[in-house]
């Protein structure tokens, strides 16, 4: 499972919104690629369509679907906005990673 915060949960409906996508019924897919200075990456969108291998979660309203890959590597990861003096953006809290970089977008297991 993924959780949402409540602070990420108001910019995910207020992005939504901003793009078009209706947060009470389109998702944001989390996902995981390779690449970034840690080795993986998080990869972050919204979606209207689940797919036949998607995980589907509902976390403080909010729909998210995730691969079965992916899935693996973020059991337990919560998805948080930050808007602080040392930047804006979401973060993960993946309790997966062994290490991730200091802008927080990659990660290792």
């Given at each position: 499972?993924i959780?949402?915060?409540?602070?990420?949960?108001?910019?995910?409906?207020?992005?939504?919104?901003?793009?078009?996508?209706?947060?009470?019924?389109?998702?944001?897919?989390?996902?995981?690629?390779?690449?970034?200075?840690?080795?993986?990456?998080?990869?972050?969108?919204?979606?209207?369509?689940?797919?036949?291998d998607?995980?589907?979660?509902?976390?403080n309203?909010?729909?998210?679907?995730?691969?079965?890959?992916s899935?693996?590597?973020?059991?337990?990861?919560?998805?948080?906005?930050?808007?602080?003096?040392?930047?804006t953006?979401?973060?993960?809290?993946?309790?997966?990673?062994?290490?991730?970089?200091?802008?927080?977008?990659?990660?290792?297991?």
């Amino acid at each position: 499972m993924i959780n949402v915060s409540e602070h990420a949960k108001k910019k995910v409906i207020e992005l939504m919104t901003d793009d078009g996508y209706d947060p009470s019924t389109d998702y944001v897919r989390v996902g995981v690629k390779s690449g970034g200075c840690s080795g993986l990456s998080y990869d972050l969108k919204f979606d209207k369509t689940q797919l036949e291998d998607d995980k589907v979660f509902e976390a403080n309203d909010i729909k998210i679907i995730v691969d079965k890959k992916s899935f693996l590597y973020l059991i337990g990861t919560t998805l948080e906005y930050s808007g602080g003096l040392n930047g804006t953006g979401f973060v993960f809290n993946n309790p997966n990673a062994n290490r991730t970089c200091g802008c927080g977008e990659s990660f290792s297991l």
